[in-house]
Structure formats: C-alpha cells, structure tokens
C-alpha cells in the first residue's frame, strides 16, 4: 500500500480503522435496541427500492453518508431474525464471536478452493469439523482420519445435492453423469421432508417425477416398512434406487426419522443414505438428546447447520461423508490451470472436490470462534435453555382448553393451533405478525392450519416465551 504518483479512490487503512469501528458500534447499538422494531418488517413490496437513486453514483461518497442511510431506507425492509422475539420458520441465530470470525475471514479475503490456496483455510475446516464429530457424537468413520471427513457446504441444500449426486455415481458405477441413468434412478424421503430434496432431484437431472414421497406416522416420521415396500416395487419395475434421505427435525413439525430402522434398509440395499438434521442436529450437543440419532453409522452422509441454531451467521452448513472417495470421485475435475504439486502429492485435501462450486469462503473461522467463545458446555446450555423453553411453552398450550397441541414436540418447535379451526389461526396468526410484536409461521399437518413456534434465537429468554404466549391469548380473545 505505498503511495504512488496515481490517485487513488480507495479507503485507506486509517479510514477503514475508523469506520469500522463506527460500523462496530453501530452493530452493537442495533442488538441493544433491536426490540424497538417490529419483527417482521411491515414495507410494502417495491417500498424499499423506491427510497433508492435510480442510478448509481457518478463521484464516491463520504462513508458517513454510507451509514448514515441504514436506518432510513434499510432498516424499516429488515425483518429481524436477531430479535429474540423471532419465532418462526427455523431460526438462523448468530453471535458476535461469529460476526467477528466472519469478519475477518472478509478481511484476509480467501479464496480456499484449493489447500494451496491457503492452507489454513482448508486444515482448520477439517480439524473444527473433526471436532464436532465429537461433540455431536457422531460416528468416528465420518473423521478425516478414517476414510471420511466433514467439509462445510452453503445450505443443508448444496448438501442434499451433494450426498444425491455421490448416491446416483455409486449405484451406477460413476457412469451416469455420461449416461444419465437412463431414466430409471429413483430416490426416496418422507411425505414431510424439507423441499430441497426435490430441488436436488431437479438440479441433478434425476427430476422430481423420480422422488417417491414415503407416507409418515401418526407423528410424521418416516413409515420404514413403507420404505422397504416402495424400493422393493421399484426394483420389480426395472427401476435404480440410488438415494434415501432421513430428517431428524423435519420443518413443518420437528418430526424424527427413524435413523437405525431406514438405515438399515438402505445398507440392505447398498442404496446411499443421506440424514438431513439441519436445525435439530445441533440438540446432539447435548447426550439427552442423541438418541434422535440413533443409527447414524449406517449413514453414507450427515448435515446440520450450525447457522440455523448453533450461534453461527448464515451461511454454514457441515456435512461429513463416511467414504470421501465416493464423494471426490463424483466432483473431481480438474482443469490444467488448477494443477499445482500439493494436489499432485495425493497429501492434501482440496475442498473445491466436495461440493458444486470451486469457490469457497473462510468459513471455519466463524464456526472456530463460536466453539471457541461458548466452550462446549455454553453451547449445550444454551441448547438446553432453548429446549427448556419449548416444552413449557408447549405446557401452557395444552393447559389452555382454547388451544391443542398439533404433533409432538421433541425439541424446541412447538406445533399448536386454537380450536376455532383454519381461520380462526390464519386470522390470529395475521394478527400477531402485523403487530410486530413478535413473529410465527404456521405449516399445514394432516390437513389442518397450524401455528409453529420455535425458540432458537440467541437472545430468547423466559420472558419473550411468555410475552409471546401472553400476546397468543390476548389476541385470540380479541378475535
Ligand atoms: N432441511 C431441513 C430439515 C430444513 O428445515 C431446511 C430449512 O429450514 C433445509 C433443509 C434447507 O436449509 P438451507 O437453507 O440450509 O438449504
């Protein structure tokens, strides 16, 4: 950075220590007064772009200027997934040791595709996901020194595509990206199973024709006998079963898969199976909480994402494979100018093998600091807290002869709906959200509206759960 003769437009290194320290303090302002804004935003579509120039900017402008136009054009299109009253969907949590991880990570601005294009980038992802193998009790093949490994993917979706395209290469011996398949590789997942595995069927040219949606329980979890049946039919037909995939903590209800009981069939069939825990995979911090796992070493592949409970800012997703080669071997390709001689020593790992893209941010920096900060039992704590939370909210509703629980509720979502019927929820449901008070989402089981409330918020203490139920009851009155 020496001066030359040129002029120069960018910031400099004493400007970016002042400003980013002002971006700093702006940040923890806004986690000190976030309660003050209603939750979900309340803009019409089209509101904020009309605040916006119709051209950009000929000349720079004063970074004040920059901050200074947050709050007003902004702010009001923000829907604040960091308010501790957030409630609905799954959560996507954050913390300042994540936010400080990542913003580092911004700072050294790596690209870590290869392991020779930096090294620390690679080995710490490797070694931090080696460690949760641990502190989720995952099964030791899924580590980097046995024949598996973790890597971190975008989205719980790049992971399910992933692990679906390694399925469809090893039950057709790595032919079918020249073939195909020829139309007959079919996949399964339960009725209740997130729609990124449609997606992937989509992306991976299988198309969602070939997805056959496994009926449930009475709780929503997949029927394994109803499995068995399904590919047994298929196989009779002519037909490739190449891919299961399991939730543990499905979205509309927090359903649980029976793990052991569908992993067994798949290693009866030699067909891939792939266990998607994206929010509910981080309960397993906590050993009072693992048998929902039950069975996970008759997994192929395992993904949960620490950005949606485990305190870490969107996006990280850790999926671990038990036979990396299957997965390389489905992604490899490599280009003559991406040769160097850490890949050709066989020695290393190189990242850009593991997923769709060749790019790839620092992201284990941000997930290092949080395990780092919390410490194992902060975490568990907190999940703990979390967990807490949901079932005495969950007492309350079934205590409440006005209101019914809608499934079961393991963890930290509970699924509940008023005995007025459809409208009578939707009409709630409106009510609360536009009140800004607090935000819900609902989902529809066995055919019925039904409202979700999930406690996964960093900041979600006793007393939002019970301003939050008290707010439930209030409005239902009024209806
Ligand atoms: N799987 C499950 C069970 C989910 O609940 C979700 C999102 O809520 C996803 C997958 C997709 O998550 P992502 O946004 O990481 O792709």
């Known amino acids: ?268 069939e030699g067909v891939w199976f792939h266990v998607d825990a994206a929010m509910s995979g981080t309960a397993a911090l906590c050993p009072e909480f693992r048998h929902f796992q039950d069975g996970l070493e008759l997994a192929d592949s395992y993904a949960f994402n620490p950005h949606k409970w485990m305190f870490t800012n969107f996006d990280c997703d850790c999926f671990w494979v038990a036979d990396r080669a299957a997965l390389i071997r489905t992604l490899s390709i490599l280009p003559e100018y991406l040769k160097n001689q850490a890949t050709e020593s066989g020695a290393v790992f190189d990242y850009r093998d593991w997923h769709v893209q060749l790019g790839r941010r620092f992201r284990s920096l941000k997930l290092w600091f949080v395990i780092r900060h919390y410490g194992v039992e902060g975490l568990q704590y907190h999940v703990r807290r979390h967990v807490e939370l949901a079932q005495e909210f969950a007492g309350w509703v079934e205590a409440d002869p006005d209101f019914q629980l809608a499934a079961p509720a393991p963890l930290n979502l509970v699924c509940f709906r008023h005995r007025g019927g459809d409208e009578t929820n939707r009409a709630l449901l409106a009510q609360l959200n536009n009140s800004g008070d607090l935000y819900l989402t609902h989902t529809v089981l066995s055919g019925r509206y039904t409202l979700r409330l999930c406690v996964g918020q960093t900041w979600t203490e006793a007393g939002h759960v019970q301003r939050a139920w008290q707010r439930i009851q209030q409005a239902a009155a009024a209806l």
């Not at 991880?101 to 700072?107: A, K, T, V, W």
């Not at 057709?172 to 007959?184: K, V, W």
């Not at 399964?188 to 997805?211: C, D, Q």
Request: proline share 7%; charged share 20%; aromatic share 8%.
């Open 1 to 268: 950075m020496s001066s030359s003769q040129f002029p120069s437009y960018h910031m400099t290194p004493d400007e970016f220590r002042r400003y980013g320290r002002e971006v700093v303090d702006w940040i923890a302002d806004y986690y000190e007064r976030i309660e003050s804004y209603p939750v979900l935003s309340q803009v019409q579509p089209g509101e904020v772009r009309a605040g916006l120039p119709a051209q950009a900017p000929p000349q720079g402008e004063p970074f004040s200027a920059l901050l200074a136009d947050i709050e007003p054009l902004i702010m009001p299109g923000i829907t604040h997934w960091q308010s501790p009253n957030f409630f609905a969907f799954f959560p996507a949590n954050a913390s300042f040791p994540a936010m400080l991880g990542d913003m580092l990570s911004s700072g050294l601005g790596v690209q870590g595709m290869l392991w020779a294009t930096s090294p620390a980038c690679t080995e710490l992802e490797t070694h931090v996901l080696d460690w949760l193998v641990d502190m989720l009790g995952l099964p030791g093949k899924f580590k980097s020194s046995a024949a598996g490994g973790g890597v971190i993917q975008d989205t719980a979706s790049s992971a399910v595509l992933a692990a679906l395209l390694a399925g469809r290469e090893r039950a057709t011996g790595y032919q079918s990206n020249a073939t195909g398949g020829d139309g007959r590789l079919v996949a399964y997942t339960s009725r209740e199973a997130h729609s990124s595995v449609e997606k992937a069927m989509m992306v991976a040219g299988l198309g969602s024709e070939n997805l056959r949606l496994i009926e449930v329980d009475e709780a929503y979890a997949m029927k394994p006998e109803a499995l068995a049946r399904q590919i047994e039919a298929d196989r009779a037909a002519g037909l490739i079963p190449c891919f299961v995939c399991a939730t543990v903590g499905t979205t509309s209800s927090n359903a649980m898969d029976p793990v052991r009981a569908i992993g067994e069939i798949c290693r009866a």
